[in-house]
């Protein structure tokens, strides 16, 4: 099936450090969102976007909707341990109904850095 | 509950053998849907259901599988004579309303059974 290009794949990270990825599609989205998978657990709903152009913050958390709507970025402002955990972005083509299924990305996995 | 909840946690099946995988979604949610999550990859979409009505089901990737909410709120997914390819986490999402904008439409996700095929 059909899955965004997210990237990185995978980042260490120190605390204290920021940390950016990202995701494009070859298709138009009407919304884009990041969730947070931590292990054994389901995805969990970090930021919705629901506008091209969109700049939408969570804490430390800043997400972007491309004015393409192909793309979105995620940036963590001042890294803690407890942000390590996969991210996904993902799409949603339309509003309601089936058109609500989301298209995940692979996933970027957050680690510290030994 | 406050959230969606999956039953099995984990299940191991041998090949061949038939599992059932029930999803309670939060209560009076309209919308359910049913992901598969393969090692390493993003959940992919099965099929969504509005209330008892299954209106897609284009991501079921054979016969095999089935899913029913008869009732309009729990759901079962049910996968016949398993092969090893089926082994996945398979999670279940549910949302408040059908046609919303933003947050009526957030997807809320179970924690996954985890299926293992011998």
């Known amino acids: 099936g059909q899955q965004l290009n997210q990237s990185p794949q995978s980042m260490f990270i120190q605390e204290g450090e920021d940390v950016s990825m990202n995701c494009t599609s070859s298709s138009i989205f009407n919304t884009w969102l990041w969730y947070k998978q931590e292990p054994g657990e389901g995805p969990v709903l970090l930021i919705a976007?629901?506008?091209?152009?969109e700049l939408t913050s969570n804490g430390r958390l800043t997400a972007q909707f491309g004015i393409t709507r192909k793309d979105s970025f995620l940036n963590i402002s001042a890294s803690i341990p407890s942000d390590v955990g996969i991210y996904f972005c993902?799409?949603?083509?339309?509003?309601?109904?089936?058109?609500?299924?989301?298209?995940f990305g692979k996933g970027t996995k957050l680690s510290v850095k030994p | 509950g406050a959230g969606v909840s999956q039953s099995p946690r984990y299940k191991v099946a041998k090949r061949g053998q038939d599992v059932a995988l029930r999803c309670d979604p939060i209560s009076g949610h309209v919308s359910l849907f049913w992901y598969q999550q393969a090692l390493g990859q993003g959940p992919e979409f099965l099929t969504y259901f509005q209330n008892e009505a299954q209106l897609d089901k284009s991501g079921l990737p054979s016969d095999r599988f089935f899913a029913e909410r008869p009732e309009g709120s729990v759901s079962t997914l049910k996968i016949q004579r398993t092969q090893q390819e089926d082994s996945a986490v398979y999670l279940c999402?549910?949302?408040?309303?059908?046609?919303?904008?933003?947050?009526?439409?957030?997807?809320?996700f179970g924690p996954g059974t985890r299926l293992l095929v011998l």
């Open positions: 976007l629901y506008k091209a152009g």
């Open positions: 999402a549910s949302s408040q309303k059908v046609g919303g904008i933003g947050m009526e439409e957030t997807q809320y």
């Open positions: 993902a799409g949603q083509r339309g509003y309601g109904g089936s058109q609500g299924n989301l298209i």
